[in-house]
């Protein structure tokens, strides 16, 4: 009845009515507090601070606004408040001092929906725990960073040498080989065998994961995962998050093949690998109500692992055989320490206290590689009170790993490959406390032990048996060290050539 009495509103109005109440609510609520919130940058409303931000090259941008705004400082991704931390001291305080606060993972839209909050890397809470704490137990059982993890590596550096010693010193792309050798190296922890290079299964496998973590940092899936609703009206441009899903459920299906073939043939009294001890467990606790050992856990925690411990050891080592070409005088140096020291024989992991440049040498790639610019993100468990900032329960943190390993006030030549930022004046090796190259606190990198026996190994076995070189008619000068950004930074593609120097 009242229809008729009020006075008719035009649609737009009330829509823009609408927005007008919305951004004085955004402004009311956005305005920080006096000495509460860390500065940054006004946001625009809705969008943040997209203007102030190249999303190709978000960790460049970030470490730019770091020199304005200081080591603790708010950015908003979209309508996302985000807190930066930059620089060694304010990371290493977070991440160690303040480790539970800090310590709860950002699950992003993209991971929410594919990974729908299960596993190892993507998760939060009791279930969390429970896959961390028996996925660390059960790789050091099966040999992670030590002995039976050293044979293996061992048996694939052989595969690799002869793998590269057919291309005769030709130029090749070193990815293919590089990641199906450090690949192999997890799946035989997780399934108990390795795979040959020529299965297409596992070919398959490798390169679909490589595929997501290139995607993962691009602009659409950025936009994305501000912007989640997009997916509602205009999920025809989506095209990377529709690859991802894809993916995802393709090397979901094969990892349940191999799971079901270990559970046909398990033996209790023999396990094989990770999975063989998960499979125990979950049938330990068939009759336990809310069991974290369930299927979900266990392929989403297996595919973590899969595809953790094939990028970020592979891409690290093709960085340094990369770099080893661009810098033969640096080269030179290695190989005479190795002839020196290991001779013909095979190296072996006791070695590295003996090889010090060699180890500085390693250490210097993974630095200035820097493959993981921005960490994953995390979340506040609580509200915190750092470094007389006050950061609200739930707000993502961003521990910009990059700022650390080019610190300037830690590091003498921070933008320069420098093996003396790890040797002492006597050549002796020394550690340095903002090498954080695999985070730190309680989601520091589960496979670290492993990673750094991978590339002492695969990079003493490579750099005795070959040394690397651009191909005819390239100059040192001219191989480009530009990164593929992704969720990690990979080289952009090129080819080498692998001299034998028998």
């Given at each position: 009845m009242l229809e008729g009495l009020l006075p008719q509103i035009p649609p737009t109005w009330t829509l823009l009515g609408v927005v007008l109440a919305l951004f004085l609510l955004y402004m009311l609520f956005s305005t920080p507090g006096p000495g509460k919130d860390p500065p940054g940058p006004r946001p625009l409303p809705l969008f943040g601070n997209l203007l102030h931000l190249d999303l190709k090259w978000l960790h460049v941008s970030l470490c730019e606004l770091s020199k304005k705004y200081g080591s603790v400082f708010t950015v908003h991704l979209g309508p996302k408040k985000v807190v930066v931390l930059a620089g060694y001291r304010a990371v290493k305080q977070a991440l160690l001092n303040y480790a539970e606060e800090f310590g709860d993972r950002e699950i992003t839209s993209l991971f929410r929906d594919t990974l729908k909050e299960h596993g190892v890397l993507f998760a939060n809470g009791n279930s969390w725990k429970e896959m961390r704490r028996f996925s660390l137990s059960t790789l050091r059982d099966f040999g992670m960073g030590k002995r039976g993890s050293e044979e293996r590596i061992i048996e694939e550096s052989r595969h690799l040498i002869k793998l590269f010693e057919n291309f005769k010193g030709e130029p090749f792309n070193t990815i293919k080989p590089v990641n199906y050798a450090v690949s192999n190296i997890i799946c035989a922890i997780m399934y108990g065998s390795r795979f040959d290079y020529a299965d297409p299964t596992f070919q398959i496998m490798v390169n679909r994961a490589n595929e997501n973590l290139r995607i993962l940092g691009s602009a659409e899936i950025q936009l994305y995962n501000m912007f989640p609703w997009l997916r509602w009206c205009c999920g025809w441009w989506l095209v990377n998050r529709t690859q991802i899903l894809k993916n995802v459920k393709n090397n979901i299906e094969e990892i349940m093949e191999l799971v079901q073939g270990l559970k046909n043939t398990?033996?209790?009294?023999?396990?094989?690998?990770?999975?063989?001890?998960?499979?125990?467990?979950?049938?330990?606790?068939?009759?336990?109500p809310g069991s974290y050992f369930h299927n979900n856990n266990l392929k989403f925690t297996v595919g973590?692992?899969?595809?953790?411990?094939?990028?970020?050891?592979?891409?690290?080592?093709?960085?340094?055989?990369?770099?080893?070409?661009?810098?033969?005088?640096?080269?030179d140096q290695v190989q005479e320490e190795l002839s020196r020291v290991i001779g013909d024989r095979e190296p072996r992991v006791e070695d590295r206290r003996n090889l010090p440049y060699t180890d500085a040498v390693i250490h210097e790639i993974q630095r200035v590689a820097n493959i993981v610019p921005m960490s994953l993100p995390h979340t506040t468990s609580c509200d915190v009170t750092f470094q007389g900032y006050l950061i609200k329960k739930g707000t993502m943190v961003i521990p910009l790993l990059m700022s650390v390993l080019q610190d300037e006030e830690e590091w003498e030549t921070p933008h320069s490959f420098n093996p003396g930022h790890f040797l002492d004046e006597k050549g002796r090796f020394i550690k340095r406390d903002a090498f954080m190259p695999f985070s730190a606190g309680r989601r520091a990198c589960l496979g670290e032990s492993l990673a750094r026996m991978e590339l002492f190994l695969f990079f003493t076995f490579l750099l005795q048996r070959f040394r690397f070189t651009p191909p005819p008619g390239v100059s040192e000068d001219e191989l480009d060290l530009t990164p593929i950004v992704g969720l990690t930074l990979t080289p952009s593609p090129h080819q080498l050539c692998a001299v034998s120097r028998a």
């Amino acid at each position: 009845m009242l229809e008729g009495l009020l006075p008719q509103i035009p649609p737009t109005w009330t829509l823009l009515g609408v927005v007008l109440a919305l951004f004085l609510l955004y402004m009311l609520f956005s305005t920080p507090g006096p000495g509460k919130d860390p500065p940054g940058p006004r946001p625009l409303p809705l969008f943040g601070n997209l203007l102030h931000l190249d999303l190709k090259w978000l960790h460049v941008s970030l470490c730019e606004l770091s020199k304005k705004y200081g080591s603790v400082f708010t950015v908003h991704l979209g309508p996302k408040k985000v807190v930066v931390l930059a620089g060694y001291r304010a990371v290493k305080q977070a991440l160690l001092n303040y480790a539970e606060e800090f310590g709860d993972r950002e699950i992003t839209s993209l991971f929410r929906d594919t990974l729908k909050e299960h596993g190892v890397l993507f998760a939060n809470g009791n279930s969390w725990k429970e896959m961390r704490r028996f996925s660390l137990s059960t790789l050091r059982d099966f040999g992670m960073g030590k002995r039976g993890s050293e044979e293996r590596i061992i048996e694939e550096s052989r595969h690799l040498i002869k793998l590269f010693e057919n291309f005769k010193g030709e130029p090749f792309n070193t990815i293919k080989p590089v990641n199906y050798a450090v690949s192999n190296i997890i799946c035989a922890i997780m399934y108990g065998s390795r795979f040959d290079y020529a299965d297409p299964t596992f070919q398959i496998m490798v390169n679909r994961a490589n595929e997501n973590l290139r995607i993962l940092g691009s602009a659409e899936i950025q936009l994305y995962n501000m912007f989640p609703w997009l997916r509602w009206c205009c999920g025809w441009w989506l095209v990377n998050r529709t690859q991802i899903l894809k993916n995802v459920k393709n090397n979901i299906e094969e990892i349940m093949e191999l799971v079901q073939g270990l559970k046909n043939t398990l033996n209790p009294q023999n396990l094989r690998g990770f999975v063989d001890a998960f499979l125990v467990r979950q049938q330990e606790e068939s009759d336990q109500p809310g069991s974290y050992f369930h299927n979900n856990n266990l392929k989403f925690t297996v595919g973590n692992l899969f595809s953790a411990g094939t990028d970020t050891s592979a891409t690290t080592l093709r960085w340094g055989l990369l770099l080893m070409a661009k810098y033969p005088h640096i080269q030179d140096q290695v190989q005479e320490e190795l002839s020196r020291v290991i001779g013909d024989r095979e190296p072996r992991v006791e070695d590295r206290r003996n090889l010090p440049y060699t180890d500085a040498v390693i250490h210097e790639i993974q630095r200035v590689a820097n493959i993981v610019p921005m960490s994953l993100p995390h979340t506040t468990s609580c509200d915190v009170t750092f470094q007389g900032y006050l950061i609200k329960k739930g707000t993502m943190v961003i521990p910009l790993l990059m700022s650390v390993l080019q610190d300037e006030e830690e590091w003498e030549t921070p933008h320069s490959f420098n093996p003396g930022h790890f040797l002492d004046e006597k050549g002796r090796f020394i550690k340095r406390d903002a090498f954080m190259p695999f985070s730190a606190g309680r989601r520091a990198c589960l496979g670290e032990s492993l990673a750094r026996m991978e590339l002492f190994l695969f990079f003493t076995f490579l750099l005795q048996r070959f040394r690397f070189t651009p191909p005819p008619g390239v100059s040192e000068d001219e191989l480009d060290l530009t990164p593929i950004v992704g969720l990690t930074l990979t080289p952009s593609p090129h080819q080498l050539c692998a001299v034998s120097r028998a």
